[in-house]
């Protein structure tokens, strides 16, 4: 997560795992800590950056599993405005891929527990 530009505000404890979270694309991770501490920020912006450098390629591929309907609501909400926003912003192959995702956004699995399980059984 960004931190303010101000030299004297010293970085959260937990930067290094919050800063993984979005670097370390070539692995599946869960992320885990209480409410209010910013997991879905870095949720968006890991999904996000999976998309625009082609980690994944096919947003069919993605999935991002919650504990709660409501988290996972709020989760598909912020991963849509914050594609959007990198469409109008991004140049080149990495604005082609968010937009195909941003086109696709319905195919990329976001929800809880239970129904991502319930969806592999159906599968």
Do not use: W
Not at 11 to 33: S, Y
Not at 37 to 52: A, D, N
Request: hydrophobic share 40%; charged share 25%; proline share 4%.
């Amino acid at each position: 997560m960004a931190q303010p530009n101000n030299p004297n505000v010293n970085p959260l404890p937990d930067q290094a795992a919050r800063q993984l979270i979005v670097t370390a694309l070539d692995r599946n991770m869960l992320v885990e800590a209480a409410a209010g501490t910013g997991k879905t920020s870095s949720m968006v912006q890991r999904m996000v950056e999976l998309l625009r450098t082609e980690t994944c390629k096919n947003i069919r591929t993605m999935a991002a599993v919650t504990f709660t309907r409501k988290a996972a609501a709020e989760l598909r909400s912020r991963f849509r405005i914050k594609l959007e926003e990198f469409v109008r912003s991004e140049t080149g192959p990495a604005r082609d891929n968010l937009e195909r995702a941003l086109q696709s956004i319905e195919q990329c699995f976001i929800g809880t527990i239970h129904s991502f399980c319930g969806r592999l059984l159906r599968e």
